[in-house]
């Protein structure tokens, strides 16, 4: 090749117009896709396979890495061909892999008995991985080829993360989550145009064929990806599963199905449904014929075909009617209802006022139009309000007094497995209740019913939790304040606004009595008298006592040994905050070994499942993070020029990833709190942390001081922030939490900016750094800081249930400084 063509063949190689469009496509269909993969395994297999989409995809951008490192050489002298074909690998594998995982037969239930189930999973995980190594090798090669423009780059990359944010959320309010691999196909497909069309004049002229087939095939596959169903395979343990064996055998009808950013909603009718809550036995009336109401596959709620309250006779006898046979038409508040059963409660019981505060605003409408009629219009009845919003919002913004606050959300059996425990719920966190506690009347209470568990265990952390809250609320005895009875199958808890007095116990005692329940707790209560031979429901106690462990584990919980107690007991009980808002985590690491020698062969399945999937999926991705990280530092041992640097190097981008995880994490949950909706909440973190990253690195060009002199100045301002944002966020944003969405959500993200802004400068810096390193160093850079994302996922949700959310942050912050350390140690070492 003669000067002249070699010098036009590397100008056409160069960053323009339409592979930055290439780029930025790209980068927003790999978060679309995720998103989308997030909440068809949502609906599909399980809530906590999400958190593992997260790792799987920061595990293969890792992959990238290490492959860079062996393959980059040839990638970038062949760089036209060689990424056309890994972004037309990329268009492939999106529908394709997520076609083949999905005719798996895993059963996710004998995973922990099965070695071929195991195989299975391993083998599904892998197909997932597929298309975000493809991502990640085109975005880290064309970071290396462009090593001159990094923050252009990289800047491109953050932009186009942060719009695929955006557009997932609007996506899903029209798009089916199944369908989302034929939608990003499409997405990617353009991209494959927009980098033909870039090298078109090279391609054409050296890999005509090639380039031709290219554009052949990918029109023609998506042509086929639309016309082939890639609906999932829903796990055959979901109830939408149960439900759909029904439909087949004529025992159920689905009656309607709509899906949108907050999951997906199915109505199912079948004669086969008679679920009334915690009906006593007193109760010799038949539950009137139901709907089932799922969401993303479970159970979710029950509608009553009734036309009346009269109708709903069957409610009298459950334990949630306690509180409303204490007080004379009360003005009800229920936060969380979701089918109108509680409604009709409240009804029945003569309720003045009724108002609804449900988040799922899809559901609120449905309610409205297309359920109204099978529902007996029961959200439209004259005197009941609904409001869509998050329970926990609204209750630390109204100025509405009501006399029964009925927590329905927690309303419930307690889950299996402990599959929940992974999730936030900031409706059942001290400062919640301590707002709800603030709401009620001077007559008012708070009722919370659960289901009864031997040892007992979730109404230990509901009393535990209300009394912190009365703490919280300058309180002094709690206990005045309690009150706690059960049936056979469930714990009704009560807090009273006012202290009780002996009229209120002499009420509730003969209340829980016509109701078949137990006084488990009262003000005053003796274990001699009020407790032994006299409960209806007997419940297992302390050796040779005639009370129950619930009676034994409330009386120490309001006495001065709380902390003892809750050190002593095998569950985690101790009251969830806002800053761990965890009320579904009971796992404790010390009772591990009284698991095993107490059920011996069964002490697995008798964990949380929930904490075990996040152990178990950061140890895989610690020791898949140790072999690909290590595989190349071997490689580099046995090169002389690049071995003072390694060390420093992969401390830096190490430190990089562990820290932008972490702040990543903690955003989001910290803004679901102020926003109220996950999805909002996500979005607003995401696309803050994405777009001013983004700009922060498309700064770096017009900052002349040298890239450890930015790294320094940046590393500070983003310690510094760090801490602020940790202390001072929360109370900022609690000062807009009486506006609207909008204005929360420009808030939220605004809170972010800042801090996001210095994180951008972090990575291409040090990018520049290695601009003149041998060429093995940058797409292990690349690696290492995709392989430590993955740790960082699990870790720091594993951190913010065993320590709070400022923990996380703190490690964030020392994330940080070490990676300046290692930024002059590197500096040095590449001299």
Not at 184 to 213: D, M, Q
Not at 449 to 475: C, M, N, W, Y
Not at 477 to 487: F, Q, T, Y
């Amino acid at each position: 090749m003669d000067q002249p063509e070699a010098s036009q063949r590397e100008s056409s190689f160069r960053l323009n117009a339409l592979n930055s469009v290439s780029l930025f496509l790209i980068s927003a269909a790999v978060i679309v896709y995720q998103i989308g993969l997030m909440r068809s395994l949502s609906i599909a297999k399980y809530h906590h396979f999400s958190y593992l989409v997260i790792s799987i995809a920061l595990l293969g951008f890792g992959a990238s890495g290490t492959f860079l490192t062996f393959a980059s050489i040839w990638l970038r002298r062949n760089f036209p061909s060689g990424s056309l074909m890994l972004i037309f690998l990329f268009f492939v594998s999106v529908p394709g892999s997520y076609l083949l995982a999905e005719h798996i037969p895993l059963d996710i239930q004998y995973l922990l008995y099965s070695g071929q189930q195991v195989l299975l999973l391993v083998l599904y995980v892998f197909l997932l991985f597929v298309p975000f190594f493809f991502a990640g090798t085109i975005i880290g090669l064309i970071l290396i080829h462009f090593s001159g423009n990094v923050p252009v780059v990289y800047g491109l990359n953050l932009f186009g993360s942060g719009a695929g944010g955006i557009i997932s959320v609007v996506a899903l309010s029209y798009i089916q989550p199944f369908d989302f691999p034929r939608f990003v196909a499409a997405v990617v497909c353009g991209a494959l145009f927009a980098w033909i069309a870039s090298f078109r004049e090279y391609l054409t002229e050296k890999f005509l064929p090639l380039t031709v087939s290219l554009l052949v095939s990918g029109t023609v596959l998506l042509f086929l990806f639309f016309i082939y169903d890639t609906g999932a395979v829903i796990d055959q343990y979901k109830t939408m599963a149960h439900l759909d064996r029904l439909s087949l055998q004529s025992g159920a009808k689905k009656l309607l199905t709509r899906s949108g950013p907050r999951g997906r909603i199915d109505v199912y009718e079948s004669d086969q449904l008679h679920q009334t809550l915690f009906a006593g036995l007193q109760g010799d009336i038949l539950p009137p014929r139901q709907l089932a109401l799922l969401i993303d596959g479970e159970l979710a709620g029950t509608i009553f075909k009734i036309r009346n309250a009269r109708d709903a006779a069957i409610l009298d006898f459950t334990p949630q009617s306690l509180a409303y046979r204490l007080i004379d038409r009360p003005k009800v508040l229920l936060l969380g209802e979701v089918g109108g059963v509680n409604v009709w409660l409240a009804k029945r019981f003569g309720a003045s006022k009724i108002t609804v505060v449900q988040g799922n605003g899809q559901l609120s409408g449905l309610f409205r139009n297309e359920l109204s009629g099978l529902s007996g219009n029961v959200f439209m009845r004259p005197g009941t309000e609904v409001v869509t919003q998050e329970p926990h919002v609204y209750v630390g913004r109204t100025k509405e007094k009501f006399d029964i606050i009925h927590i329905v959300t927690a309303e419930g059996f307690s889950t299996g497995g402990g599959l929940q425990s992974l999730h936030e719920d900031y409706m059942l966190t001290t400062e919640a209740m301590a707002k709800c506690f603030g709401t009620l009347s001077d007559r008012g209470m708070i009722t919370l019913t659960r289901g009864i568990q031997s040892l007992p265990r979730d109404s230990l952390k509901i009393t535990s939790l209300f009394a912190s809250a009365l703490e919280h609320a300058g309180v002094a005895d709690p206990g005045r304040h309690l009150l706690l009875a059960r049936n056979y199958l469930a714990v009704n808890t009560l807090l009273t606004k006012q202290p009780v007095d002996s009229t209120v116990i002499s009420r509730f005692r003969g209340r829980a009595a016509e109701l078949g329940m137990d006084a488990e707790y009262f003000p005053g209560i003796s274990r001699e008298t009020d407790q032994g031979n006299s409960q209806i429901n007997r419940m297992e106690g302390p050796p040779g006592a005639h009370y129950s462990f619930l009676h034994y584990g409330v009386m120490k919980i309001l006495s001065g040994d709380r902390e003892k107690f809750f050190g002593e007991w095998p569950y985690r009980i101790s009251p969830p905050t806002d800053d761990s808002p965890y009320f579904l985590d009971f796992f404790r690491w010390r009772s591990l070994g009284s698991f095993i020698e107490t059920y011996r062969g069964q002490w697995l399945q008798r964990l949380e499942f929930g904490y075990v999937v996040l152990v178990i999926t950061f140890i895989s991705a610690a020791l898949f993070a140790l072999l690909f990280i290590l595989a190349p530092l071997f490689r580099l041992r046995t090169r002389e020029d690049v071995h003072p640097a390694r060390l420093s190097t992969g401390l830096y981008f190490l430190c990089l990833g562990c820290g932008f995880m972490f702040i990543e994490m903690v955003s989001i949950q910290k803004m679901t709190r102020h926003l109220g909706d996950p999805v909002s909440a996500a979005t607003a973190a995401l696309t803050a942390i994405l777009v001013f990253s983004g700009i922060g690195s498309l700064i770096q060009e017009k900052v002349r001081a040298s890239p450890l002199r930015r790294i320094s100045f940046a590393g500070a301002c983003v310690v510094v922030l760090t801490v602020a944002t940790a202390i001072l966020s929360d109370r900022l944003l609690d000062m807009v939490s009486g506006y609207g969405m909008a204005v929360r959500f420009i808030a939220a993200s605004a809170s972010l900016a800042p801090l996001a802004f210095f994180m951008g400068w972090m990575f291409p810096s040090g990018l520049m750094m290695l601009e003149k390193s041998p060429e093995h160093l940058m797409p292990w850079a690349w690696g290492i800081n995709g392989f430590t994302s993955v740790l960082a996922a699990p870790l720091s949700v594993m951190l913010a249930m065993s320590n709070g959310f400022q923990s996380v942050m703190v490690a964030a912050a020392l994330c940080y400084g070490c990676a300046v350390f290692a930024a002059t140690r590197m500096e040095r070492a590449l001299k």
